[in-house]
């Protein structure tokens, strides 16, 4: 019995070694999601950003770890609340009705509206390492939008493309192009199979 007891501690132990440093404690559900984000914070503070768009995984921790001195939104339900204004049943310029549809969809709507009326707030977005020029960044030539990016390292293979637009405000519900590259999503959720360049048909 002791002799495995001992085996299987050994066994463990061995295995720390192997484990990766960022990898061990992320959630299963965004393995992408950097460990440490102070880079970013610090890169957001320098060049005054106090408003982004960004899947909660990357946002919620900035808003923590900085008390709420940047505000980062999930921009999913803005996504959606476009498609209801191409689709003829909403208004962006309907504030009281935004604000009721975000109210209802969002456990803090406050943070997206205060995303959603900032002038030209950025983005932040999960792009794998190798790939140079990412599907938003072709969106944004393609609609002659001036832009300023840098890229930080998340975890294998993975960066985060900090996007700031620099000529108009960009918003996550002014095209349905955003959902098909899937702006706020985890690349590895996907799968191994799953690769920037399944967009290239979009453009």
């Known amino acids: 019995m002791l ?3 001992a ?3 050994i066994t463990q132990a061995s295995s720390y070694p192997l484990a990766h440093p960022g990898l061990t404690f992320q959630t299963p559900y965004c393995r992408d999601a950097p ?3 102070d880079q970013v914070i610090a890169y957001m503070r320098r060049e005054h950003i106090q408003y982004a768009w960004a899947s909660f995984w990357i946002g919620f921790p900035i808003i923590f770890k900085t008390q709420e001195q940047i505000i980062v939104a999930d921009p999913s339900d803005v996504m959606k609340l476009g498609d209801l204004v191409r689709a003829g049943k909403a208004s962006m310029s309907n504030y009281a009705a935004i604000h009721t549809y975000l109210a ?4 803090m709507p406050h943070y997206i509206e205060q995303v959603l009326y ?4 950025s983005f932040l977005i999960f792009v794998w390492h190798n ?3 990412p599907p938003f960044l072709h969106y944004l030539d393609m609609h002659q939008v001036m832009y300023r990016f840098v890229r930080f390292p998340s975890e294998p293979g993975m960066d ?7 000529s108009r405000t960009v918003s996550p519900a002014e095209s349905d192009t955003f959902q098909q590259i899937k702006l706020t999503s985890c690349p590895t959720r996907f799968g191994p199979d799953y690769q920037a360049s399944d967009f290239s048909n979009i453009f």
Not at 118 to 121: N, V
């Open 3 to 5: 002799a495995l007891l």
């Open 7 to 9: 085996a299987l501690l």
């Open 35 to 37: 460990s440490n984000n």
């Open 104 to 107: 209802d969809e969002n456990r």
């Open 118 to 121: 900032a002038d030209r707030p």
């Open 131 to 133: 790939d140079l020029h």
């Open 160 to 166: 985060i493309l900090l996007v700031t637009p620099l």
